[in-house]
């Protein structure tokens, strides 16, 4: 409807156009007095000229006008004295098609006349039907095509997505490969493919470890159960020969073993939930272990805290005294004779490193040991109490305060080579304030089965 609306103004406006120039020119003749007889008319004879007078007579004619009655009456002349074009019933003039007339006032001889121009409309009109009759035909089998055209390429298009759904469907079911077919066009389809095929070997390696963290559990929970249910069933089989405070003893011993566990189990289970506030609030953690080192019991094995300076980070300190306890009881179990701690900032990281002079730790193992319920087949396997939990749940807070814990080789002794035994557990958290050296030298401090060190002001 635009189309033809505009075709037909502008297609109206050539006409009225050429009505108007014709009337133009005539008009200048008559001023000049030279009308000939008759009037040329230009365009191929497809506009009519006459020459009206004041009383209504035609004085002058073009080709093919009529001499006598002129194009409009006089009613009709006094409205179109205001030069617009109007349409005029092209019967009047013996033609089917109508006409569009310019009338131009004009004065021949001192007398004042009108000069008539009609232009026929039948040119127009056929091409106004022409274009009607190609839009009315052309425009529906146009848009059937298109349509064919957009349903045959968006089918095409779609057709990867519909073997992604069909490969989502066979996943489920049993024996199915966890992968979704990927595209031969490497195009945002593929590229959603290959994504959601990483994002499934994830979800695949976290149902692994989910499944093998609940049979490790299920064992770790077992075994003290089983212990007590056997002593306790043998116990009351032969109670007489039986040596109860043993018995309660054992019984308790593996209570408490099993309590460790589930206590552990509670905690990576908050840290699984995010439950793990890394901006609580600033923790001074030389200050914090040495709180913890006052705790723990050394079983007669030499404990040395160096602390250098005030060292602070942002984080939950319920979490990181977790994390400090886990280190040092984890040291103590497999030390052979010390354990030494020290806390340091270095670069905007504090450092927090646990070494101890125990069997030492595998290089190809030293990943591993802070998987879930990970013990080692040599020396360290011969735990009394762990769980196999205690490097796991550190690695978790540490990195729930976008830290990072490694394991590395001990220490070297003073000027001696690198110790071929003993293992330092290094953590590294980002500052949280800024470091200030010691005053002065440390001072050591010697207590039973402890000692700790402090460089700063003061001494604990």
């Known amino acids: 409807m635009l189309l033809v609306g505009s075709l037909q103004r502008s297609l109206v406006a ?17 001023v000049s007095n030279r009308l000939p007889d008759p009037l040329p008319a230009a365009s191929g004879g497809t506009v009519v000229l006459q020459v ?53 006032p004009a004065t021949y001889r ?81 590229r959603l493919a290959d994504t959601l095929n990483r994002m499934l070997d994830r979800l695949q390696r976290a149902s692994s470890r989910q499944r093998a963290f609940v049979a490790d ?28 405070p043993q018995v309660v003893a054992a019984a308790l011993e593996d209570n408490l073993r099993l309590a460790r566990t589930v206590d552990d189990l509670l905690v990576l289970a908050r840290l699984d939930e995010r439950h793990v506030d890394a901006s609580a609030g600033t923790v001074d953690l030389g200050d914090l272990v040495r709180q913890v080192a006052g705790r723990v019991e050394g079983s007669g094995l030499a404990l040395r805290v160096h602390v250098a300076g005030e060292v602070s980070v942002a984080g939950d300190a319920a979490a990181l005294d977790r994390v400090v306890r886990n280190l040092l009881d984890n040291a103590l179990r497999h030390a052979n004779s010390r354990v030494e701690v020290s806390v340091e900032a270095t670069n905007g990281w504090v450092v927090l490193v646990v070494a101890d002079d125990g069997p030492g730790i595998p290089a190809a193992d030293r990943e591993r040991v802070f998987e879930r319920f990970t013990r080692l ?50 953590t590294r958290l980002p500052g949280g304030s800024s470091h200030r050296p ?23």
């Open 377 to 426: 087949d040599d020396a360290r396997s011969h735990d009394s109490g762990g769980t196999g939990l205690g490097l796991a749940i550190v690695r978790e807070i540490v990195r729930a305060h976008r830290g990072e814990v490694t394991v590395e080789d001990a220490a070297p002794d003073g000027d001696s080579a690198t110790r071929s035994e003993g293992t330092r557990v290094v």
């Open 14 to 30: 050539a006409v009225d156009g050429t009505a108007r120039q014709q009337a133009q020119d005539i008009a200048a003749l008559a």
């Open 52 to 104: 009206v007078d004041a009383g209504g007579r035609v004085v002058a004619a073009s080709v093919g006008g009529d001499r006598v009655v002129p194009l409009l009456t006089r009613a009709q002349l006094i409205l179109a004295s205001d030069r617009r074009p109007r349409f005029l019933d092209g019967s009047r003039v013996g033609q089917e098609a109508p006409l569009r007339v310019v009338v131009w």
């Open 438 to 460: 010691p005053a002065h030298g440390g001072a050591l401090l010697t207590r039973p089965r402890l000692l700790v060190h402090r460089s700063g002001a003061g001494s604990a």
């Open 110 to 190: 001192g007398a004042p006349v009108r000069v008539l121009a009609a232009a026929s409309f039948a040119s127009v009109a056929s091409s106004l039907h022409i274009v009607e009759l190609a839009l009315v035909v052309g425009l529906p089998l146009l848009l059937l095509l298109l349509a064919a055209v957009a349903w045959v390429t968006v089918g095409w298009t779609l057709r990867p997505v519909g073997e992604l759904r069909r490969g989502a469907e066979e996943i489920t079911e049993a024996g199915a490969s966890r992968q979704l077919p990927l595209p031969s066009a490497h195009d945002e389809i593929f």
């Open 217 to 244: 559990a299920a064992h770790e929970l077992r075994t003290p159960l089983a212990s007590m249910r056997t002593q306790l069933e043998v116990s009351l089989a032969h109670p007489g020969s039986a040596d109860w």
